[in-house]
């Protein structure tokens, strides 16, 4: 509560720049440590610290450009990347980058894919190659991003939800998840399906179609989709995605997806 009051009134300007630049440096390594984060599920519900996001914005207020090099690479930014990954115990292949501010868990895997600060990825989970986790995302344990899946991130307006994938989620290939949807718990979506805030998400597995938006139930398989709209100009397809099963239960997991993948023919 005390560094929370600091970051408010670094927000507002009641705090000196020297103690600002403190309280700032502080909120975002403990973000870096896991001991915060931006988003997390309290008594079922994901509640947002929007004062962690504040932390986040004002980061790139005092923090100064600089130069460093890997190897033949030079970079010229405001973040510095992660350190301490073996101790850690998590694996960054190169060019992965994951940076300053984000939180991986133990018996992660990052690919050459890329985590921005404010970000949290649970233990068991593979960032995989060209897959990328936006700024104060949350992805859960045991879950895959596949390649080039691309995870938005949001830092305003600061009472914005995060992208939120629940443990045990399958996000196929080319998949794009943004504004903030939240894919729950051992949710499957196929190759390349599209979510944003006002993305159709329609069950057609029951008599009559079911239709949600911004949220993915849990253990729903998802595939891409089109509905019929009427413009001016004729009628025209628009993107949606529909959730056609569920994944049945089962004590092994990855026995569980393969098989769901195979039933529902789910391009990856």
Known sequence: MELRARIEAAWTGNLADDPARAAVQEAVGELDAGRLRVAEKIDGTWVVHEWLKQAVVLFFRYAQMET????PFEFYDKVPLKHGLADQGVRVVPPGTVRHGAHIEPGTVVMPGYVNI???????????????????????RGVHLSGGVGIGGVLEPLSARPVIIEDGCFIGSRAIVVEGVLVEQE????????LTSSTQIIDVTGPEELVYKGRVPARSVVVPGTRTKSFPAGDYGVACALIIGRRKASTDKKTSLNDVLREFAVSV
């Open 68 to 71: 460093w090099t890997a190897g």
């Open 187 to 194: 949710a499957v979506l196929g190759a390349n399906v599209v």
């Open 118 to 140: 404010g970000a949290w990825v649970g233990s068991g989970s593979m960032v995989d190659t060209w897959a990328t986790v936006g700024s104060c995302a949350q992805i859960g």
